[in-house]
C-alpha cells in the first residue's frame, strides 16, 4: 500500500513566522503536490513536483515556495505566515501519466493567529 | 474555463437507503473522470476512475456512470452504511502531464443516520 505520510497534523503558528510541511511518499513516485482544501472551495492546487528539484506554480502559489532534494520527500514552506493561510494542507503523490490515481496524506491543518 | 461542480453540496439519509450524487464537468480535452472518498480527518480515497469509453463501473456498493456526450457522471451508493459517511470528490483530468489539469469538485458532504 501507498504510504504518503505528512509531518504534523497539528500546528499552530504566529504570524510572520517560517513554516515548513513535510511530506514523504515511500512508492517511488515521480509526481508529488501540495494542496490547500478550504470549505467550499475544494481542493485547490499550491504546487506541484515531476521530479527532484523541478516544480511548477499552481493556482494559488503566493505566498508559499516548496522543496524536493530527495524524490519521496516534498517540503512546502510558508515563508511569513499570514492568517489568511490558516487551512487544511494535503500532500499528494503519484506515478507520471494522466490515468495515475493521487494518493493522499492525512493533512495538515495549519493555524494561524 | 474549465469547471467541475457537484450536487448536492450535502445529504443525509437513513442507514439501508440508496442515493445518488452528481458532477457536471466542462473540462476539456477530457482524459478520465475519478470519485474519491474523504473520511473526516483523512485524505481523499480513489473509488473508481471512468474514461471517455466507460459507462458504468462498479466497485462494491458503489456505482459510477458516465455520459461523455452531456459531460455528467453519477456515483450511486447501495444499501448505504454508517462508514459510508464522507465527502465524495469529483475529480476530472486531461490528458496532459501539467498537474493543473487536474480538476476538483468542491465535493458532497454524506451523513448517514441510523
Known amino acids: 500500500d501507498v504510504k504518503v505520510t505528512q509531518s504534523s497534523r497539528y500546528l499552530v503558528k504566529r504570524t510572520g513566522e517560517k513554516v515548513f510541511l513535510e511530506c514523504v511518499q515511500d512508492?517511488?513516485?515521480?509526481?508529488m503536490f501540495w494542496y490547500r482544501q478550504d470549505p467550499g472551495l475544494g481542493l485547490r492546487l499550491i504546487y506541484f513536483?515531476?521530479?527532484?528539484?523541478?516544480?511548477e506554480k499552481g493556482d494559488i502559489p503566493e505566498g508559499y515556495s516548496v522543496s524536493r532534494e530527495k524524490k519521496e520527500r516534498f517540503s512546502l514552506i510558508l515563508e511569513s505566515a499570514s492568517t489568511n493561510q490558516t487551512s487544511m494542507y494535503l500532500c499528494?503523490?503519484?506515478?507520471?501519466?494522466?490515468?495515475?490515481?493521487?494518493?493522499f496524506g492525512n493533512g495538515t491543518r495549519l493555524t494561524v493567529t | 474555463k474549465n469547471q467541475v461542480e457537484q450536487s448536492p453540496q450535502s445529504l443525509i439519509i437513513l442507514e439501508g437507503k440508496n442515493c445518488t450524487l452528481q458532477?457536471?464537468?466542462?473540462?476539456?480535452?477530457?482524459?478520465?473522470l475519478r470519485w474519491y472518498k474523504q473520511d473526516t480527518g483523512r485524505g481523499p480515497v480513489s473509488l473508481t476512475i471512468?474514461?471517455?469509453?466507460?459507462n458504468t463501473k462498479s466497485n462494491g456498493r458503489y456505482t459510477a456512470t458516465l455520459d461523455a456526450d452531456t459531460k455528467q457522471s453519477s456515483l450511486h451508493i447501495t444499501a448505504s452504511q454508517l462508514s459510508d459517511s464522507a465527502s465524495y470528490i469529483c475529480?476530472?483530468?486531461?490528458?496532459?502531464?501539467?498537474?493543473?489539469?487536474?480538476?476538483f469538485g468542491s465535493g458532497t458532504r454524506l451523513s448517514i443516520r441510523p
Open positions: 499528494a503523490s503519484s506515478h507520471r501519466g494522466y490515468n495515475s490515481p493521487l494518493h
Open positions: 458532477c457536471n464537468y466542462t473540462v476539456s480535452p477530457f482524459s478520465n
Open positions: 475529480v476530472v483530468s486531461s490528458p496532459y502531464s501539467s498537474a493543473s489539469k487536474i480538476i
Open positions: 513536483s515531476y521530479d527532484v528539484k523541478m516544480k
Open positions: 471512468m474514461t471517455f469509453s466507460e
Open positions: 512508492m517511488d513516485h515521480e509526481n
